[in-house]
């Protein structure tokens, strides 16, 4: 193994890595003056020990570490096994959170049978809808299985702010100024409800439904700071 690679494995470097990383969210989070919306069912569900899933799109993860209230609750997200999830998952570890990776090698039951487990112990589960690797935007059908398996809530939540910069990434992962920003965090209910038995058909449809859900509050949110919305065509 090369020199090269040995660094990129080492723990030490991964986590040194990681600590840059959450300082630099801490960072933008200090010294931002935020707006925190539509929390309120949230933020109840936590304080009663409630857990839900929460869906958010993998531009917005910069700022994930506060958009569930952990002074309340647990959650743990659902990120990558490989090496760019792997940080993510190191990061948020650093906040608190708990996290499940998903790998190739871990079949869908397995990992559903992990984040029920995790649910019925009362914790909430947070996941990338178009993640580990996109499309950007296109919602996968993981949280609609989670929300008919689990029978629990479904909160979209988003951030913006309104000095930030997009990477050039597939995501195009959204980084805000962490100097004298202006930024909102946006939660609403997704109010669908999967049915135990939803065909093919169905399960498209509500599939849509939520991808639209998550569209439209990060489109808000961005209108909130002045920033101009997203859209497909992009």
Not at 33 to 61: K, M, N, T
Not at 140 to 161: C, D, E, M, N, Q
Request: hydrophobic share 40%; net charge positive.
């Amino acid at each position: 193994m090369s020199l090269r690679k040995k660094i990129a494995n080492s723990e030490t470097f991964l986590n040194w890595v990681a600590r840059r990383v959450a300082g630099y969210i801490r960072m933008v989070h200090r010294n931002t003056h935020w707006q925190r919306v539509g929390y309120e069912e949230l933020d109840a569900l936590a304080e009663s020990g409630e857990p839900v899933i929460v869906v958010l799109w993998h531009q917005r993860l910069a700022q994930s570490p506060y958009f569930f209230p952990l002074d309340k609750a647990s959650i743990c997200s659902i990120t990558s096994a490989a090496r760019a999830g792997s940080m993510v998952g190191r990061v948020q570890m650093l906040f608190g959170m708990d996290t499940i990776a998903m790998s190739s090698h871990k079949r869908h039951v397995a990992l559903s049978r992990e984040v029920l487990g995790k649910m019925k112990q009362g914790i909430s589960i947070g996941i990338a809808a178009d993640g580990p690797r996109g499309p950007e935007r296109i919602s996968s059908t993981v949280p609609l299985i989670w929300a008919r398996a689990s029978g629990k809530r479904v909160f979209g939540i988003t951030y913006s702010a309104r000095h930030a910069s997009e990477m050039s990434s597939w995501d195009r992962l959204l980084l805000p100024r962490p100097w004298r920003n202006e930024g909102v965090f946006l939660c609403r209910e997704w109010t669908e409800t999967v049915p135990r038995k939803a065909t093919e058909e169905q399960i498209e449809d509500l599939r849509l439904s939520l991808e639209k859900h998550m569209n439209d509050i990060t489109a808000e949110a961005d209108r909130m700071v002045g920033r101009e919305p997203w859209s497909s065509g992009q």
